[in-house]
């Protein structure tokens, strides 16, 4: 929020630095303001301001985009290489995904450049099968994950990670293979190791305000980052 205060020219790589939270599993955070008023303060130009130094703190950075194209989305799509955008099986979010998919196609995201995630957060009989969701959604699914609201919510009243607190549940793997997914399209500097079975080390940092198992070093002033954005439909109820 405090970026967010700051003049345009203000908003520097610095100054971005200055406000990572660092948690701890040793992941950087920017955080966002939790009170809705505070919505007022974004503007296109500040986001691509922020956007524009970010690339410069890490080789991997994971932005969350909402779930819409706003004004300010449209200044932090041409910093990102990969989007992920998850989706729920029911057939208002399904028609709804699959004209956002689209939309990102004429912006340059075809394909290659999409990860389609279907999840569910519940085991409800008002899901649709996987077998149906591919009759109906026209574009490929990366990964599938499966429902585990007890694990999730052991994982956020922890305040950890799902992959750092249990690294061998079957929803933690399939957040390793999300990563994996991104990663073979987006190439780490030769000699990064990636630790998909352990929160980074102290040499290591991250941004990723969806705690993917992805781990970045800090880059150099003058070296650019790979990015990765996130977005998703929302629930048809609001």
């Known amino acids: 929020t405090r970026l967010l205060h700051k003049k345009t020219s203000e908003i520097t790589a610095e100054a971005i630095e200055r406000e990572f939270f ?30 524009q130094n970010l690339i410069y703190t890490a080789n991997i ?7 819409a194209i706003t004004a300010e989305t449209e200044k932090a799509l041409p910093f990102c290489n990969e989007l992920v955008v998850p989706f729920e099986s029911t057939q208002q979010i399904l028609t709804r995904t699959d004209s956002l998919i689209c939309d990102l196609a004429e912006r340059g995201f075809g394909e ?40 999730i919510f052991q994982a956020a009243r922890a305040n950890m990670p799902l992959v750092a607190q249990q690294t061998d549940h079957l929803t933690s793997q399939q957040f390793i293979k ?10 780490l500097p030769i000699g990064f190791a990636v630790r998909n079975t352990r929160p980074p080390s102290r040499t290591s940092g991250m941004f990723s305000p969806v705690a ?17 954005g996130f977005t998703s439909t929302p629930s048809p109820w609001g």
Do not use: W
């Open 112 to 151: 290659g450049r999409i990860n389609a995630v279907l999840y569910n957060r519940s085991r409800s009989e008002l899901n649709m099968s996987l077998v149906s969701v591919q009759q109906v959604f026209k574009h490929p699914i990366a990964v599938v994950f499966t429902p585990a609201p007890e694990v």
């Open 61 to 67: 950075i994971v932005l969350d985009l909402g779930p």
């Open 178 to 187: 999300l990563a994996d997914l991104i990663l073979k399209r987006v190439p």
């Open 212 to 228: 993917l198992p992805f781990a970045s070093t800090m880059a150099s002033p003058k070296r650019r980052s790979k990015r990765v």
């Open 22 to 51: 660092l948690h701890k599993t040793e992941i950087r955070l920017l955080m966002a303001s939790y009170k809705a008023v505070d919505a007022r303060l974004k503007s296109p130009e500040k986001i691509e301001a922020i956007c």
